[in-house]
């Protein structure tokens, strides 16, 4: 499926980041495309219909195709369009891309983003105003090109989370979430363990209470508090990155973007050979091309890419 130049001069840790990274991004997105016949549904509703949902079925209320990704997917590619065509971050360019690709119409979109990006239409304000009912997970789900760019540098991760959240939800519990979980990708990528990442949530969990996620509730819906916990109840508890995206989107609730941000931080953690084949084969062509060019080139914008040595020779 992917193969790397073996010419290219590439020291250990800049090879190191760049796998992870790339794994990453394809593992997000292929828990979207997994989760996203089961969105909606039940844990029950999922076991009645599929037994366990291992494969990449399509279908579900917005009727996809095996191996199509959603809004999770589609708008965290509008944040990595911009930053790489711009060179360097952009929060203007960033709205603009959601504009563009609110324009075409996508076939999914939550009533949170569709308000900011409408308001950045009209107003040309880079910030929504602060709103208690925009505790979604709509930012929180375009977190891994955010890590990427920022990796290797703590304050322009928790500046740039934010910033991008803000476009569309401005809210304390998403800017929380949005922070720790990039922190908790630019740490997996770095090849940490699972016990320094508990920590990271260990801390989240002792400024913000509400993210406690033992005993776990079972709830899975795109509040981004059962998000935060359904992600890190399944992480903790899963061996490799296939059981914690199929343990996360077999929760049900709000499949695909459980299963996307489960699977970035496990492919991050796990890295591009836990990546299932037959997943990866069904993946859209289209949107796997375009992750694999551009996550490298997030990795080379990086304060950590600066000062690496790092290529992208990957081949789709």
Not at 90 to 105: P, Y
Not at 279 to 293: G, P, T
């Amino acid at each position: 499926m992917f193969k790397v130049d073996k010419r290219a001069h590439v020291d250990a840790e800049g090879n190191e980041v760049l796998t992870r990274s790339l794994a990453s991004f394809l593992g997000f997105a292929l828990g979207d495309a997994l989760g996203a016949p089961a969105e909606f549904l039940t844990a029950g509703e999922i076991k009645a219909r599929y037994g366990v949902l291992r494969e990449m079925a399509g279908g579900g209320w917005l009727r996809l195709k095996a191996g199509q990704v959603t809004d999770d997917t589609e708008m965290s590619l509008c944040i990595a369009r911009a930053v790489c065509r711009s060179g360097c971050w952009d929060l203007s360019a960033i709205a603009g891309q959601f504009v563009a690709w609110l324009k075409t119409r996508p076939i999914d979109v939550g009533d949170t983003c569709r308000r900011g990006i409408r308001n950045f239409m009209l107003t040309g304000r880079l910030e929504t105003s602060p709103n208690t009912w925009d505790g979604g997970n709509g930012a929180l789900m375009r977190m891994v090109p955010v890590a990427l760019v920022t990796q290797g540098n703590d304050e322009q991760l928790d500046l740039r989370a934010v910033e991008q959240a803000h476009l569309t939800h401005n809210h304390e519990l998403s800017d929380a979430a949005c922070r720790c979980y990039g922190r908790l990708l630019q740490l997996a990528i770095e090849g940490r363990s699972k016990s320094r990442l508990r920590r990271e949530v260990d801390s989240l969990v002792g400024e913000y209470p509400v993210f406690t996620f033992e005993p776990y509730r079972g709830l899975a819906s795109g509040y981004v508090v059962d998000t935060m916990q359904t992600v890190c109840h399944h992480f903790f508890r899963g061996r490799d990155f296939e059981e914690c995206v199929l343990a996360a989107v077999n929760q049900g609730g709000d499949a695909d973007t459980n299963g996307a941000i489960i699977g970035g931080l496990a492919g991050a953690f796990y890295g591009l050979e836990s990546l299932p084949a037959r997943w990866l084969k069904k993946l859209d062509r289209r949107v796997m091309r375009e992750i694999v060019e551009l996550s490298g080139k997030l990795v080379d914008l990086s304060p950590m890419g600066k000062t690496c040595k790092v290529s992208n020779t990957w081949q789709v």
